[in-house]
Nanobody
Framework: EVQLVESGGGLVQAGGSLRLSCAAS????????IAWFRQAPGQEREEVSC????????YYADSVKGRFTISRDNTINTVYLQMNSLKPEDTAVYYC????????????????????WGKGTLVTVSS
């Protein structure tokens, strides 16, 4: 059974830090790109970061660039998202997802390209 389990969310004051973890099982973790998405209430889900399996290259959304850092440990099938200098607008449910690449497209309620999803962890940043 494929599982992606996020942890590390919580309540933090603006300017603070959190580290999210995503533990994967049930598939060949090292073959997959792992992405972090987030969804705020009433907003669309957006990809904030991704790390490719092929070369370890990374992607960051402009809104988090310089503040968030993605990393992965293939020995324990876990990906991390270090979030620093958090802002109230970072408040969202954060999801990890696995796909063959970091590319995806959204149509008809589905995110094509991302094969597996976790259930999410809530991050709340107070002002």
């Amino acid at each position: 059974e494929v599982q992606l389990v996020e942890s590390g969310g919580g309540l933090v004051q603006a300017g603070g830090s959190l580290r999210l973890s995503c533990a994967a099982s049930g598939f060949t973790f090292s073959d997959y790109a792992i992405a972090w998405f987030r969804q705020a209430p009433g907003q669309e889900r957006e990809e904030v970061s991704c790390m490719r399996s092929s070369d370890g290259s990374t992607y960051y959304a402009d809104s988090v660039k310089g503040r968030f850092t993605i990393s992965r440990d293939n020995t324990i099938n876990t990906v991390y998202l270090q979030m620093n200098s958090l802002k109230p607008e970072d408040t969202a449910v954060y999801y990890c997802a696995a796909g063959r690449t970091c590319s995806y497209y959204y149509a008809n309620g589905n995110y094509y390209g991302m094969d597996y999803w976790g259930k999410g962890t809530l991050v709340t940043v107070s002002s």
